[in-house]
T-cell receptor, first 117, second 115 residues
Framework: EADIYQTPRYLVIGTGKKITLECSQTMGHDKMYWYQQDPGMELHLIHYSYGVNSTEKGDLSSESTVSRIRTEHFPLTLESARPSHTSQYLC????????????????FGPGTRLLVL | AQTVTQSQPEMSVQEAETVTLSCTYDTSESDYYLFWYKQPPSRQMILVIRQEAYKQQNATENRFSVNFQKAAKSFSLKISDSQLGDAAMYFCACSTTSGTYKYIFGTGTRLKVLA
């Protein structure tokens, strides 16, 4: 079944640790996104990608980095986690402009809740 | 700059009643899409309904419908026969498909459904 997956779902980690949040989608979508969302609050776009080897920074400045080596995989890395990074991170993907399905509709993963102590 | 505004942080509705969530947007692009997404507590965000800006007819999906007023840049969501499962955060979003790519979400409206 086509879907979008995020691991881990929950992560508690100490300050200064390097972490990678995984995101994979099996829908063949070109565009992928990372959002940061505090509980019950608005979404802030931190990174997006148009396709393989394409990465762009979003509207919210973030100390994280991303890579897009494969279409289906869009990991987010924090080199040195800090308590200010505590939040929920949502990954999403969407069809390209010429897609036959719901153009520009974003499909979201279940999210990763990160707590940095 | 492209903006999406949801002026109602929280709304309540009685079960089986109708509620309307407001959204206004601003974009200089001529070609764009509008969306309502639903995020239930601790669950995945999903699409509720979408509207292509070039279509005059308002989109409808079962109990969910929109009132799209292009000139006023308004895109409200109407939920009819509200159910307890409709309780969630609802986000309005706008995606432009020409010029610089933008996908902007509003701040969200928390909908409570009262039994």
């Amino acid at each position: 079944e086509a879907d979008i997956y995020q691991t881990p779902r929950y992560l508690v980690i100490g300050t200064g640790k390097k972490i990678t949040l995984e995101c994979s989608q099996t829908m063949g979508h070109d565009k992928m996104y990372w959002y940061q969302q505090d509980p019950g609050m608005e979404l802030h776009l931190i990174h997006y990608s148009y396709g393989v080897n394409s990465t762009e920074k979003g509207d919210l400045s973030s100390e994280s980095t991303v890579s897009r080596i494969r279409t289906e995989h869009f990991p987010l890395t924090l080199e040195s986690a800090r308590p200010s990074h505590t939040s929920q991170y949502l990954c999403a993907s969407s069809e390209p402009r010429g897609g036959l399905g719901g153009r520009e509709t974003q499909y979201f993963g279940p999210g990763t809740r990160l707590l940095v102590l | 700059a492209q903006t999406v505004t949801q002026s109602q942080p929280e709304m309540s509705v009685q079960e089986a009643e109708t509620v309307t969530l407001s959204c206004t947007y601003d974009t200089s692009e001529s070609d764009y899409y509008l969306f309502w997404y639903k995020q239930p507590p601790s669950r995945q965000m999903i699409l509720v309904i979408r509207q292509e800006a070039y279509k005059q007819q308002n989109a409808t999906e079962n109990r969910f419908s929109v009132n799209f007023q292009k000139a006023a840049k308004s895109f409200s969501l109407k939920i009819s026969d509200s159910q307890l499962g409709d309780a969630a955060m609802y986000f309005c979003a706008c995606s432009t498909t020409s010029g610089t790519y933008k996908y902007i979400f509003g701040t969200g409206t928390r909908l409570k459904v009262l039994a």
